[in-house]
């Protein structure tokens, strides 16, 4: 009986931990998102070649949002000026850096409706792909307490009393992938 107890503590260990990752991750992709406002958030993926490593930009510069549309980059070694703006040119966000010798800044134009539309339909898209995730976590989480119970280690009502506890963890992540993209969506519609 220990040993059930184990294997189905390990079950449910795992799933909820694979599903944390993937809501995590959801939350880091939604975060680069462009809206309207300049944020800082945005140059999180950024990396910039700097004597012979790649770093995140966030630890070579300070990133600050003076107004609504613009960021400053303040690099700690004025060294680094010259590699942050070639990082940033290479990047996807589309934006030319503006280099006066001391810091860069970066000032993003007001976005069209269609614009927007477009962000909000990709930004759906995004999302159900990470519910998609969710899903499979579920389904790989059920096959395991499935599997238990064909080699007689999980008797059959544990394991209806599992599928129910693994399907309403799933749909409580559903809905908080749900819950962020309203939010997000909102945010990018919004003028």
């Known amino acids: 009986m220990k040993d059930v107890q184990e294997a189905v503590a390990l079950v449910l260990q795992k799933n909820e931990q694979d599903m944390q990752s993937t809501l995590e991750k959801y939350y880091g992709e939604i975060r680069?998102?462009?809206?309207?406002?300049?944020n800082p958030q945005l140059l999180e993926n950024i990396?910039?070649?700097?004597?012979?490593?790649?770093?995140?930009?966030?630890?070579?510069?300070?990133?600050?949002?003076?107004?609504?549309?613009?960021?400053?980059?303040?690099?700690?070694?004025?060294?680094?000026?010259?590699?942050?703006?070639?990082?940033?040119?290479?990047?996807?966000?589309?934006i030319p850096p503006s280099n006066d010798?001391?810091?860069?800044?970066?000032?993003?134009?007001?976005?069209?409706?269609?614009?927007?539309?477009?962000l909000a339909k990709l930004l759906r898209k995004l999302t159900e792909d990470f519910r998609v995730q969710l899903r499979n976590h579920r389904r790989d989480a059920i096959e395991k307490v499935r599997k238990g119970q064909k080699v007689q280690e999980i008797p059959e009502d544990e394991r209806e009393?599992?599928?129910?506890?693994?399907?309403?963890?799933?749909?409580?992540?559903?809905?908080?992938?749900?819950?962020?993209?309203?939010?997000k969506e909102?945010?990018?519609?919004?003028v």
């Open 47 to 94: 990396r910039v070649e700097y004597y012979g490593s790649e770093l995140p930009l966030k630890q070579l510069a300070n990133i600050s949002a003076p107004e609504a549309r613009s960021l400053e980059i303040r690099p700690w070694d004025i060294g680094a000026l010259e590699a942050i703006e070639k990082a940033i040119q290479k990047s996807d966000l589309d």
């Open 186 to 190: 909102k945010e990018i519609l919004t």
């Open 32 to 38: 680069t998102f462009r809206t309207g406002r300049a």
């Open 161 to 183: 009393r599992l599928e129910k506890i693994i399907q309403k963890a799933t749909d409580g992540y559903i809905q908080k992938i749900d819950e962020a993209l309203a939010a």
């Open 101 to 118: 010798g001391k810091l860069i800044r970066l000032n993003f134009p007001q976005m069209t409706e269609d614009r927007r539309k477009d």
